[in-house]
C-alpha cells in the first residue's frame, strides 16, 4: 500500500481528509522490498547484485506458448535474461505501455529465500501536497487491529495469497486474491490485486517475475521457522507466474509510489500459469474463486467489507495473513476523481492489492475493491470502487486467456 503521514496534527472534520489533504507531507513507499545487502536489484543501471541470486545462471526461463516472439520484439534476449539481464532498469528501455507487458518464466528464481526476504525496509521519500477539501471525505474512522488469521490459511481464505515481483529497488511483495473467470467458470487463472503491484506508474514501466503465490505460508510457521522451510512449506499450492496483466490507463499516466495520485484506478488483473506446469487451473488448485461485484453499493449503504493481505512493515512481518472487518467510508482526493472506501485497519505495507470482500446482491462474498493506500504510522485503509474501467480491464484479461492457454 502507498502510505501517508502528515505533519498537522488537526482533529477530524466532516467533509475534509483531517490526516492527510491539504498538508505538506511525509510518505513511505507501499510496495514492501528487501534492504540493501539483502535482495537488492540495483537501480537503473542494474550493476548492483542480488545476493539470494548467485546461482542466477542456473535457472531455466520456460516461455508459454505465443510469448517467444513478442520477447523478441522488444529485443529481450532470452539467455541474458535467464542469467540475470532482468536486473538492469534503464529508463529508456524499462516497458510501459500497457500492451508491452512480457514476464518469462524463470523456473526456481522464487525460492524460499526470496520469496521469505521480500520484506518492507521502511523507505521514506518526500512528496508535495495532495488535494484539498474537495469531493465528500467522511472523518478518519476509529483504528480497527488486524486480527490474525488461523492457519490453516487455505481453509478460512482459499482465494488469498501473495504477489512476488521485481522492481529497481530490490525484491517487493503484495497481497492479493484469486477471482473467478466469466469466460472460464470454475477454472479461472485470473488473479486481482493493485496496479502498483505491477506497474510503476507514470515514471517507470512493468516490473518483473511477477508471480503470485497462493496460500503463503499455510500453516502459519513463525518467521524463525521459515528460515528453514521448504518451497513446498512456504508455496503449498506452487508458484504462478502471471503471463498476462493489465491495469487503468489512469494509473499508468499518472500513479506512482507516493501520494494519492492514480490511487481511484489502483487496480490490476493478472493472468497466471503454474511454474511447473500441469492441467489443472489455479481455481480448481485452491478450491475457490471470488466473484467481482463491479455494482457494489457505495459506502454509506455498505455495512461491512472485510480487508485480507500479508502486512509486511512493522509491527508485522509479511510472513502471516491477517483481515480487517470494518465499516466503509467515504475518501475523496479531488472533485474529479471517484471516491474511494475507506475502513479502520492497522495493517500495513504488504496489504496492497490484498481484496476487500463484501456480499454482493445475492448476500454472497464478493470482491469489491482492494487496498491501496494508508498513513504511515497505520490506523486505516482506502481502496477504489470499482467500476466501468475496472470491469473493462476484467474481461479483457478473461478474454485474453484463451490465447495464452
Same mark, same amino acid.
Given at each position: ?40 536489484? =540495483? ?64 523456473? =526456481?528464481? %522464487? ?37 490474525? !488469521? ?20 530490490? $525484491? ?16 479461472? @487463472? ?26 503463503? @505460508? ?20 506452487? !508458484? %504462478? ?50 466473484? !467481482? ?66 456480499? @454482493? ?7 469489491? $475493491? ?5 498513513? !504511515?504510522?497505520? =490506523? %486505516? ?25
Amino acid at each position: 500500500m502507498r502510505t501517508t503521514r502528515a505533519r498537522t496534527g488537526r482533529g477530524p472534520r466532516r467533509g475534509s481528509w483531517p490526516i492527510a489533504i491539504g498538508a505538506a507531507l511525509t510518505l513511505t513507499l507501499t510496495l514492501t522490498a528487501c534492504g540493501p545487502g539483502e535482495d537488492s536489484a =540495483g537501480g537503473d543501471d542494474g550493476a548492483k547484485p542480488v545476493a539470494s541470486d548467485s546461482s542466477a545462471g542456473d535457472h531455466k526461463i520456460r516461455i508459454p506458448d505465443g510469448l517467444r516472439d513478442r520477447l523478441k520484439e522488444h529485443g529481450i534476449d532470452l539467455g541474458k535474461w535467464e542469467d540475470g539481464a532482468w536486473r538492469k532498469w534503464d529508463k529508456d528501455a524499462w516497458l510501459r505501455k500497457a500492451e508491452d507487458y512480457v514476464n518469462p518464466i524463470i523456473d =526456481g528464481l %522464487w525460492d524460499p529465500d526470496r520469496m521469505r526476504r521480500a520484506e518492507d525496509p521502511q523507505k521514506r521519500v518526500d512528496a508535495g501536497d495532495l488535494a484539498g477539501d474537495q469531493g465528500v471525505t467522511d472523518p478518519a474512522p476509529a483504528p480497527v487491529k488486524a486480527a490474525a !488469521v488461523p492457519p490453516p490459511y487455505h481453509d478460512a481464505l482459499p482465494e488469498a495469497g501473495k504477489v512476488l515481483f521485481d522492481s529497481p529497488e530490490g $525484491s517487493m511483495v503484495c497481497s492479493a486474491t484469486v477471482v473467478q473467470d466469466p469466460a472460464h467458470p470454475g477454472k479461472s @487463472n485470473l488473479v486481482w490485486t493493485a496496479g502498483h503491484c505491477v506497474h510503476a506508474g507514470q515514471k517507470g514501466g512493468w516490473y518483473r517475475n511477477i508471480a503470485f503465490v497462493p496460500a503463503y @505460508n499455510n500453516a502459519g510457521k513463525p518467521t524463525a521457522e521459515l528460515e528453514t522451510a521448504t518451497r513446498e512449506e512456504i508455496a503449498p499450492f506452487g !508458484v %504462478w507466474w502471471s503471463d498476462w496483466a493489465q491495469t487503468s490507463k489512469e494509473w499508468i499516466a499518472s500513479g506512482g509510489p507516493t501520494g494519492g495520485a492514480g490511487a481511484p484506478y489502483d487496480f490490476a488483473v493478472l493472468h497466471v500459469t503454474p511454474e511447473n506446469g500441469g492441467g489443472k487451473s489455479l481455481e480448481e488448485t485452491v478450491g475457490g474463486a471470488l466473484p !467481482v461485484d463491479f455494482a457494489a453499493p457505495s459506502a454509506a449503504k455498505t455495512p461491512s467489507l472485510t480487508a485480507s493481505g500479508y502486512p509486511a512493515a512493522p509491527p508485522f512481518d509479511g510472513q502471516a495473513l491477517y483481515q480487517c472487518p470494518a465499516k466503509p467510508g467515504r475518501l475523496s482526493l479531488g472533485p474529479a476523481q471517484p471516491t474511494m472506501y475507506r475502513i479502520g485497519c492497522t495493517m500495513t505495507g504488504g496489504a496492497s492489492g490484498g481484496g476487500w470482500v463484501g456480499k @454482493n446482491a445475492d448476500g454472497k462474498p464478493a470482491l469489491v $475493491s482492494n487496498t491501496s493506500i494508508g498513513p !504511515v504510522t497505520g =490506523g %486505516w485503509l482506502a481502496g477504489p470502487r470499482l467500476g466501468k474501467e475496472a470491469e473493462d480491464i476484467y474481461r479483457a484479461v478473461s478474454d485474453k486467456a484463451d490465447s495464452l492457454s
